[in-house]
Nanobody
Framework: EVQLVESGGGLVQAGGSLRLSCAASGFTFDDYAMSWFRQAPGKEREGVACISKNTGSTYYPDFMKGRFTISSDNAKNTVYLQIDSLKPEDTAVYYC????????????WGQGTQVTVSS
């Protein structure tokens, strides 16, 4: 059974930091690119970061660069998202996802973890 289990979300004040974790199981972790998406209330889900395990390359939307850092521990089948200088507009449910490539359709989704940033 494929599982992507996110953790690390919570309530944090603006300006603070969080590190989200996603533990993967049930598929060959090294064969997949891992991504983070988020969905704010009333908005569409958007991609915020991706890491290609084959090359180690990371990808971020232009508007995300600088505050978000994705990393992967292949020995633990875990991917992380470090978010610094949090802003109220970062409030969203953050989802972990796996696809063959960073721009491929997502094959597997996690259940999401809530991040709430207070001003």
């Amino acid at each position: 059974e494929v599982q992507l289990v996110e953790s690390g979300g919570g309530l944090v004040q603006a300006g603070g930091s969080l590190r989200l974790s996603c533990a993967a199981s049930g598929f060959t972790f090294d064969d997949y690119a891992m991504s983070w998406f988020r969905q704010a209330p009333g908005k569409e889900r958007e991609g915020v970061a991706c890491i290609s395990k084959n090359t180690g390359s990371t990808y971020y939307p232009d508007f995300m660069k600088g505050r978000f850092t994705i990393s992967s521990d292949n020995a633990k089948n875990t991917v992380y998202l470090q978010i610094d200088s949090l802003k109220p507009e970062d409030t969203a449910v953050y989802y972990c996802a796996a696809g063959l490539l960073c721009r491929s359709p997502v094959d597997y989704w996690g259940q999401g973890t809530q991040v709430t940033v207070s001003s």
